[in-house]
């Protein structure tokens, strides 16, 4: 069964960084795109970076260049490094990864529990 592992939320002032995990566990035959969402209270969840299995990257407006998507395809980890946090930061992070868990079935998503950021001073 495929689980999506996150870590890395927390407390962080105005200013800071933080570097969120996600690695995708149990079997696994291919891992297509991966990427982050997030979802601040009252508001619908955005998408805020993506990393193709090619290594291109796509970042929301509001994150480019703050924040940097990365992946470790050995290790099917994929990493959001976050810089020059803003308190509109603040929300839950999710992990997402489109993947195949056998080479006859379709790729389809798959989502993390959520980590928390939390900008505060």
């Known amino acids: 069964q495929v689980q999506l592992v996150e870590s890395g939320g927390g407390l962080v002032q105005p200013g800071g960084s933080l570097r969120l995990s996600c690695a995708a566990t149990?079997?696994?035959?291919?891992?297509?795109?991966m990427g982050w969402y997030r979802q601040a209270p009252g508001k619908q969840r955005e998408e805020v970076a993506a990393?193709?299995?090619?290594?291109?990257?796509n970042y929301a407006d509001s994150v480019k260049g703050r924040f940097s998507i990365t992946r470790d395809d050995a290790k099917n980890t994929v990493y959001l490094q976050m810089n020059s946090l803003k308190p509109e930061d603040t929300a839950v992070y999710y992990c997402?990864?489109?993947?195949?868990?056998?080479?006859?079935?379709?790729?389809?998503?798959?989502w993390g529990q959520g980590t928390q950021v939390t900008l505060s001073s």
């Open positions: 149990g079997t696994i035959f291919r891992v297509n795109t």
């Open positions: 997402n990864a489109d993947l195949q868990v056998t080479a006859y079935r379709q790729p389809r998503d798959y």
């Open positions: 990393i193709t299995s090619g290594g291109t990257t």
